[in-house]
């Protein structure tokens, strides 16, 4: 984005997702509108469009799902029991908490966001469903406030888009992963050049949209990081619903909802 700081970025995006923790806007990454639908999705069915059950909605504390994902991280961790699992990006802990109940009573996860209001949230809903194994930290996915060589499975939902340092993200992640650790990820990338009326526009940025880069930078990105087995599968089935990202801005010819998988070799 031209013209802006990191620092600039991570602004819009911390007060963006404080706001909507803090139920002043419904606006964040996902139905009913990354920049400004008018009224909130019913309970649930934001969910349900990017690839949740019914079940996966009665599990998770209600609250939890504030209906910002472009996928179903879950679908694609196979995460088992004992592991220890670290969610970037973890809002109010939906996907934390659906993967505590994968990892069971010897698994653990850890949440991290660097919003203050979506951090306070998810700590009081993992309060009130007890949920022992789950610890939110505050930070930024650039700089994580995890060990090196601790974590099984990294999972992530429509949040990596929103950094403006995606190199290091997976830097990082690939130093906080333990040898023949994975990411499972579900994320926005860009198809098309994106417009640069819409590259540049802060607002979009923070709604998953200017952000978004191609599967090839993705796939460099990580590769120089030291990742191996990439694999980077748009999911056209979401075109729909990125279309109700940023309506009249035709944004479905530019980006698609993606599932992105890598694993830090054993050696």
Not at 13 to 36: F, K, L, Q
Not at 39 to 66: F, M, N, T, W
Not at 179 to 201: K, W, Y
């Amino acid at each position: 984005m031209k013209d802006k700081e990191p620092s600039e970025i991570r602004e819009a995006v911390r007060r963006r997702y404080g706001e909507i923790a803090n139920h002043r806007t419904s606006c964040g990454c996902g139905p009913p509108s990354c920049c400004g639908g008018p009224v909130a999705a019913p309970d649930g069915l934001s969910a349900l469009r990017v690839g949740y059950s019914l079940q996966d909605l009665e599990i998770a504390p209600e609250g939890s799902d504030l209906g910002l994902g472009c996928g179903n991280p879950q679908a694609i961790a196979a995460l088992r029991p004992g592991e220890t699992v670290l969610d970037l990006g973890s809002g109010a802990g939906f996907d934390s908490f659906l993967a505590a109940r994968q990892v069971g009573k010897t698994g653990r996860v850890i949440g991290v966001d660097m919003t203050p209001e979506m951090l306070a949230k998810a700590r009081e809903l993992a309060r009130g469903a007890e949920h022992s194994k789950i610890e939110f930290r505050l930070g930024e996915i650039e700089n994580l406030p995890i060990a090196d060589s601790s974590v099984d499975v990294i999972i992530s939902n429509c949040v990596i888009n929103l950094s403006p340092d995606k190199q290091r993200v997976f830097q990082e992640a690939f130093r906080v992963l333990k040898p023949g650790g994975r990411l499972a990820i579900s994320d926005v990338i860009a198809t098309a050049p994106l417009p640069e009326a819409v590259r540049n526009d802060l607002s979009l940025y923070s709604s998953c949209i200017g952000g978004a880069v191609s599967a090839d930078e993705l796939e460099t990105m990580l590769r120089e990081s030291g990742f191996e087995s990439i694999r980077i599968q748009p999911k056209d089935e979401n075109r729909e619903l990125i279309r109700d990202w940023a309506p009249e801005r035709n944004v479905e010819d530019y980006i698609a909802s993606a599932i992105i998988e890598a694993v830090k070799p054993n050696s």
